[in-house]
């Protein structure tokens, strides 16, 4: 069935294509419609580095994830004043979740509370490997930020956020690798 689908897919993109299909990279980049607006290799999506959660508490959230879920490891509460909240990493070994709790009345955080008063996923974060280029591609392609320029993130590197608007309604960080 996952084969058929597939085929399918790949045919609706690229009717050229006739299977069976051992490697989709034979296909001649430069003469393929497929790949007219792919950007060029100047930067790449790397992984999935956390997985951003609004909490009313965290104490409580720390608690939970170390002594319920037993994370490898969470971290102690860090206050970031130019992003307007406080942070603590659960570290599960293949990823991180980063809960998050207001610091001060214009958190962005704090208004996110009050629409869900038990809190949610806030955003998600993808590293890439060259964020000033990403950040060039990305704005060519009318997708916007919420900032003109990176900023220094949580984890020391820059970082910028996609617009929601533009990204399926997800908020997106990309973080320097």
Same mark, same amino acid.
């Given at each position: 069935?996952?084969?058929?689908?597939?085929?399918?897919?790949?045919?609706?993109?690229?009717?050229?294509?006739?299977?069976?299909?051992?490697?989709? /990279? /034979?296909? =001649?980049?430069?003469?393929?419609?497929?790949?007219?607006?792919?950007?060029?290799?100047?930067?790449?999506?790397?992984?999935?580095?956390?997985?951003?959660?609004?909490?009313?508490?965290?104490? =409580?959230?720390?608690?939970?994830?170390?002594?319920?879920?037993?994370?490898?490891?969470?971290?102690?509460?860090?206050?970031?004043? =130019?992003?307007?909240?406080?942070?603590?990493?659960?570290?599960?070994?293949?990823?991180?979740?980063?809960?998050?709790?207001?610091?001060? =009345?214009? /958190?962005?955080?704090?208004?996110?509370?009050?629409?869900?008063?038990?809190?949610?996923?806030?955003?998600?974060?993808?590293?890439?490997?060259?964020?000033?280029?990403?950040?060039?591609?990305?704005?060519?392609?009318?997708?916007?930020?919420?900032?003109?320029?990176?900023?220094?993130?949580?984890?020391?590197?820059?970082?910028?956020?996609?617009?929601?608007?533009?990204?399926?309604?997800?908020?997106?960080?990309?973080?320097?690798?």
């Amino acid at each position: 069935m996952f084969n058929n689908l597939r085929q399918i897919i790949v045919r609706t993109i690229h009717p050229r294509i006739t299977f069976p299909i051992h490697r989709l /990279s /034979s296909i =001649e980049a430069d003469k393929s419609p497929i790949t007219a607006n792919v950007p060029s290799e100047v930067w790449k999506l790397g992984k999935l580095n956390h997985i951003a959660v609004a909490v009313p508490s965290l104490d =409580e959230a720390s608690s939970f994830f170390k002594n319920i879920l037993h994370a490898k490891a969470v971290s102690g509460a860090v206050p970031l004043k =130019e992003h307007g909240v406080h942070t603590v990493f659960v570290d599960f070994g293949n990823t991180k979740i980063e809960l998050l709790f207001p610091l001060g =009345e214009k /958190s962005p955080i704090k208004k996110f509370l009050e629409k869900n008063k038990l809190g949610g996923i806030h955003h998600i974060c993808i590293e890439v490997d060259n964020i000033e280029e990403a950040v060039k591609d990305i704005q060519h392609q009318n997708i916007r930020t919420l900032s003109e320029s990176t900023q220094i993130g949580a984890h020391g590197k820059p970082v910028i956020f996609l617009h929601p608007k533009d990204c399926g309604g997800i908020l997106i960080e990309l973080e320097q690798a």
